[in-house]
């Protein structure tokens, strides 16, 4: 047997000494703790039991040392407790996942149903697996660190951007962090600066009804490890260093990396859950609960994490220094982020104790951080986000844009304000930089190309009867349901793409983009697609000519906004004014008009709008026209002292609608076709600079 040794509190998890292994655990209201050794993940009995008693804890702390072990060494707890009604739900006939473990073995024999009920689950658990904790060599390759005025995300799954028919990928790097490698130089030929991955901290596959699998990831098991079926090969040990290779690559290639987290909810669901980690660690000290026991639940997934209390925060922040500090990512995006605002009882807190201590760390000042603003509660807190450094996704954009070119009534005035940094809904004044997250689409609802295609959702291959996933999609099929091969429809769908991308992207605000929208991804109308591992859920890899034609109109807009950055994202906003008077030397002005220089149409029922910013000294500098009514409309133009340049008409043939010499135009007017946008820049602007 292995020598045994009192241990340390600190660090938390399993961590090398010179003479072993230190396991820490946090457990304040256990009576015993018993560690379990394995000879391997699969290993249906422990090797050794060791029992830690009083004299191995300090404070909340249960601690010991063992001699003889060392990376690689497969671990799990036994936690017992008392079990009472209404308090802590101890279970000891279940062997318990250690939260700060960084690696995870034992997959091949893991069966969730086996951790509920009274029967013991030590053939078919899980275990923690002794690794590293080597710090990410930055000096190697360290963060692009892309201001907010310049950055442009794209979100994707790692699981399914380097999948699907066609996919150039090495077939057995498809799906791996590897394989995401080798797809890098798609993402830069594009021009974006920042991936934001779905959820790739460990989560449970089988999180889900029978004979379905949880693909999108949002069912955390552990914070810490990173998700093994993103692994090429199955060696536990290798897992970390692979998503250091593709932090590394992204770093060199100029690209930063967001990770999706789920601090919000754990996969172990409501009472009638699996104990798999936290529940028989100390349910009542990670979870809201009512005095009787039942779980609080605001994420929509059985349970609630209680992030206000502080050995909880301590694993929240403990998990984002491992992905930051020790495995290189550029920042984090909080899935139902607000949530962790709350307090006991569920009340909402103005200063939310872990967002003060993420922002209190300088290991973590550099990173970029956002988080979606409303919980399944009904917290919505957007322009008042209860942190000073997180951009919150703006879901008012979204929907405000959608509907406009939609052409819904009642929608022009909300749309200028989009366009105008949403100054509606952030007091009175445009959004500061990295506050609002622009977006059109993302992973939980339509794809662009489906938002065009689709009056209402298509979730039947969900196995829900089509009752899951939102009803309330602000979509336009444009005269067909689906497919068409009307060229009428084809070529106006086409068409409002470009507009809603184009909006997007002139728009003040961070752009975020959905994987394959730049190649008109189709999920067939599925706006759930979570548990969807298959071709509707993967990337697009066999692109039609109308699809690459959309892809060079991404490619060109996104560098169009780079090089128009102070004036399409200032770092200053610009000035409104119905009438052109400058406070400040060389401060642009916004301009309104409609079909009239200076007479802006808010009506309800228009569905025109035009803009321009405006030089002190040098005039009209840029001037955009949107027209989302059903004729074509002749707008008048304000005169440009430089000449003006037709950088964007969404009404020309693909090629000719953003393309990389623009043409020079004269007069006193411009024709819009109906649903189209016409961009125009003053020409020295955009004088050695082609798209």
Known sequence: ???????????????????????????????????????HGDAPEPDQVVELNHHQRSGD??????????????????????????RHGFNPSKLLLDPCARAIAGWN?????????????????????????????????????????????????VGGFSRGPGSPITPDRQGTYLGLIEAIPHLKQLGITTVELLPVMAFDPHDAPPGRLNYWGYSPISWMAPHHAYQHGDDPLQIRQQVRELVTACHHAGLEVLVDVVYNHTCEGNQAGPTLSWRGIDDRLYYHQNAKGDYLDVSGCGNSIAANRPLVRRLILESMRCWALELGVDGFRFDLGIALSRGEELTPLDHPPLFEEIEADPELADLKLVSEPWDCGGLYRLADFPARRLGAWNGRYRDDVR????????????????????????????????????FLTAHDGFTLADLVSYDRKHNLANGEDNRDGDNHNNSWNHGAEGPSSDPVVEALRNRQLRNLLTT???????PMLLM????????????????????LGWMHWQPDEEDRA????????????????????????????????????????????????????????????????????????????????HQELCFELPRCQEGWLQVINTAQPAGADLPDQPMAISGGTATLQSRSLMLLVAEPLMQGHQL
């Open 109 to 157: 024999v893991y069966r969730r149903g086996d951790a509920i009920g009274a029967v013991p689950n030590t053939a078919s658990c899980l275990k923690g697996v002794v690794t590293e904790r080597d710090r990410f060599d930055f000096s190697a390759a360290p963060r692009p660190r892309h201001s907010w005025q310049r950055t442009v995300i794209y979100e994707l799954h």
């Open 403 to 438: 509907r406009f070119w939609k052409g819904d009534d009642k929608s022009c005035w909300t749309m200028g304000q989009r366009i105008a940094g949403s100054p509606d809904l952030f007091g009175g004044q445009p959004a500061v930089l990295g506050r609002s997250i622009t």
């Open 550 to 629: 959309l892809q060079l109109f991404v490619r060109r807009l996104i560098h169009l906004r780079h090089h128009l950055a102070d004036l399409l994202n200032p770092e200053i906003p610009h000035g409104e004014a119905k009438a052109l008077r400058f406070d400040q030397n060389g401060h642009l002005l916004r301009q309104w008009h409609g079909l009239k220089l200076g007479q802006p149409d808010w009506a309800n029922w228009s569905h025109t709008l035009a803009w321009s910013l405006n030089d002190r000294q040098r005039g009209p500098l840029l001037w955009c026209a949107m027209n989302a009514y």
């Open 61 to 86: 702390i249960w601690h010991v040392e063992v001699e003889g072990v060392g990376i690689g060494c497969c671990y799990a707890y036994r936690v017992f407790g008392p079990l009472q009604p209404g």
């Open 504 to 510: 997007l992207l002139i728009s003040p605000g961070v």
């Open 1 to 39: 047997m292995r020598a045994i040794h009192l241990g340390q509190s600190w660090p938390l998890g399993a961590s090398t000494t010179a003479r072993g292994v230190n396991f820490a655990l946090a457990s304040p209201m256990a009576t015993r703790v018993e560690l379990l050794l394995f000879a």
């Open 516 to 535: 394959g929208d730049e190649l008109r991804r189709s999920q067939g109308g599925n706006n759930n697609a979570w548990c969807q591992d298959n071709p």
